[in-house]
Nanobody
Framework: VQLQASGGGLVQSGGSLRLSCAVS????????VGWFRQAPGKEREGVSC????????HYADSVKNRFTISRDNAKDTAYLQMNSLKPEDTAVYFC?????????????????????WGPGTLVTVSS
């Protein structure tokens, strides 16, 4: 399994970006994809996650009602639509995959649950 995040960039406060996470060599949709971010000098933070099987989602409180996670099973791709961006959203964003989910399992924002990670994409929000 390989993951590739894309879509980062520089945006003004209040703007929007959409991140994509393409997953290659995926053989099952009993997986979850999580988005994480790490700002300079801070610990990695779980942002959102989605179960590919049933589309159930979870969001960190800091991004609720601003970010929306989705997936396209036909393309093995997860997306993170980020609206109303704030300077404190500036970070490197990573996507990760947790395999072996059981039916009706919820996804987790805990990084330790995800053994597969892609390289990050930088999001910079200017004030």
């Amino acid at each position: 399994v390989q993951l590739q995040a894309s879509g980062g960039g520089l945006v003004q406060s209040g703007g929007s970006l959409r991140l994509s996470c393409a997953v290659s060599r995926l053989t099952s949709d009993y997986v979850a994809v999580g988005w994480f971010r790490q700002a300079p000098g801070k610990e990695r933070e779980g942002v959102s996650c989605i179960s590919f099987r049933d589309g159930s989602t979870h969001y960190a409180d800091s991004v609720k009602n601003r970010f929306t996670i989705s997936r396209d099973n036909a393309k093995d791709t997860a997306y993170l639509q980020m609206n109303s961006l704030k300077p404190e959203d500036t970070a490197v964003y990573f996507c990760a995959l947790e395999p072996g989910k059981q039916p009706y399992d919820s996804c987790s924002n805990w990084a330790g649950a995800y053994p597969y990670w892609g390289p990050g994409t930088l999001v910079t929000v200017s004030s």
